[in-house]
């Protein structure tokens, strides 16, 4: 007899589902029997210009010394940070991606008998870190795709330690302003850990945004997670970062893996934080891409929900699920968001203006066939 193993899991883990992650362009041009090369992949938030030509040179000088454990500490790279943002170094716990950075925060403060907050249309990183660690889930309904944040007040109980906000919010790409993070702050109990995930706030800037770091003094239990993996174009390398009050470092830091950022993503990291330019030109494709992407959908007869991250959430008007194969058969990756409770959206990935071209056309077709 074979040992059932899901049953010998922990109750959380057993209703896990795994998290989907984009179609790997290998495996879709093996399927379909063509060129990797003409694929083209909007599914993953991943940036469109290709890989920073400083970074790469950064990554050959880091490979000498291949055979060595990285620093644990990530001394350069929070020296770095904390030069740019002006903010304490003490205060940084790096992550292998900002995945990392909510797991470690879910090992540290969640559990059995306490719940985390967060609201519908959210990250799938937060369910699964939390019941992961056998910790319950108040999900609060979102008010038009966007965080209902006096919702997720007062949602919060006695059990509550953590609650989780995205701004912008993946995949829906609804933000909320100032003001309203403000409000938000002020009302949270001292005693609960507020997770604030700015993945994509190096593409939303203006006015109506907040830039999380601002809040940092005056709120001991708040913490800005951020990452490498979107804006500064260093997906496969894994790195991320949380920025809070030194006390809550010092708890992350018990729980984190010691060696959790290789030494070839710290130093891409620290060039790519020299390289503003990236960044600049980044926004600059994924402004112009918003607009093709945009008007194309407008022109299909579709709507969407007005985004400030590089991707958008498109309404296909029918069960997109279809629509995803009839795209993967034209050879366009995109994702599928009915496992974020939105069976009629597909989430597109802002790309360069041909790969945007080619989605609106694949996506025109499948429609009228
Ligand atoms: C992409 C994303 C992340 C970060 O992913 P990492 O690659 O692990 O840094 C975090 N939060 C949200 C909302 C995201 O969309």
Same mark, same amino acid.
């Given at each position: 007899m074979?040992c059932?193993?899901? =049953? ?12 989907? %992650? ?21 599914? @993953?938030?991943?940036?469109?210009q ?6 790469l040179?950064?990554?050959e ?5 291949? &055979?060595?454990?990285?620093d ?20 940084? %716990?790096?992550?292998?991606g @900002?995945?990392?950075i ?13 719940? =985390?907050?967060y ?11 939390t ?20 919702? !997720? ?6 059990? &509550? ?11 829906t790409? %609804?933000?909320f302003?100032?003001?309203?993070l ?23 800037s ?10 940092? @003094? ?8 951020? &990452? ?9 390398? *894994? ?6 009050s ?8 018990r729980?984190r893996?010691?060696f959790n950022?290789?030494?070839? =993503?710290?130093?891409?990291a620290c060039?790519?934080?020299d390289?503003?330019?990236?960044? *600049? ?9 918003? *607009?093709?992407?945009?008007?194309g ?23 997109? =699920? ?15 968001i009915?496992?974020?409770? !939105? ?9 360069t203006? *041909? ?15």
């Amino acid at each position: 007899m074979s040992c059932d193993f899901l =049953a010998l899991a922990q109750p959380g883990v057993q209703q896990l589902s795994p998290y989907v %992650t984009g179609k790997p362009i290998s495996e879709l041009a093996r399927e379909l029997g063509i060129d990797p090369g003409e694929i083209v992949k909007l599914a @993953s938030n991943e940036n469109p210009q290709g890989p920073n030509p400083r970074v790469l040179q950064a990554i050959e000088q880091a490979l000498a010394e291949l &055979t060595r454990y990285p620093d644990g500490g990530g001394y350069e790279l929070k020296r770095k940070l904390s030069e740019r943002f002006d903010i304490d170094p003490a205060g940084i %716990t790096l992550g292998n991606g @900002s995945n990392d950075i909510i797991d470690i925060v879910a090992r540290a403060f969640l559990g059995p008998g306490s719940n =985390a907050v967060y609201s519908a249309h959210a990250f799938a990183a937060y369910p699964i870190s939390t019941q992961a660690v056998g910790a319950g889930s108040k999900v609060v309904p979102a008010i038009d795709y966007g965080h209902d944040l006096d919702g !997720m007040l007062a949602a919060i109980d006695a059990q &509550t330690r953590v609650i989780f906000v995205a701004n912008p919010n993946n995949p829906t790409g %609804t933000w909320f302003g100032p003001q309203a993070l403000e409000d938000f702050l002020a009302r949270v109990p001292e005693d609960v850990l507020v997770v604030l995930d700015e993945a994509y706030i190096e593409y939303a800037s203006g006015d109506d945004l907040p830039d999380g770091l601002g809040y940092l @003094s005056r709120h001991a239990n708040l913490l800005v997670s951020r &990452t490498f993996s979107k804006a500064y174009g260093l997906g496969a390398l *894994r790195v991320g970062y949380g920025v809070s009050s030194p006390r809550i470092a010092d708890v992350l830091n018990r729980v984190r893996q010691p060696f959790n950022v290789n030494s070839l =993503a710290q130093a891409a990291a620290c060039a790519a934080l020299d390289d503003q330019e990236y960044l *600049r030109r980044g926004r600059e494709i994924n402004e112009a891409g918003k *607009r093709q992407l945009e008007q194309g959908c407008a022109a299909l007869g579709l709507s969407w929900i007005v985004s400030r991250g590089n991707f958008i959430a498109v309404n296909v008007g029918r069960d997109a =699920a279809p629509v995803n194969q009839g795209l993967l058969r034209e050879g366009v990756i995109v994702r599928p968001i009915a496992g974020y409770g !939105m069976p009629e959206f597909l989430r597109v990935s802002i790309g360069t203006e *041909r790969e945007n071209a080619r989605f609106l056309a694949a996506l025109g077709k499948v429609l009228a066939s």
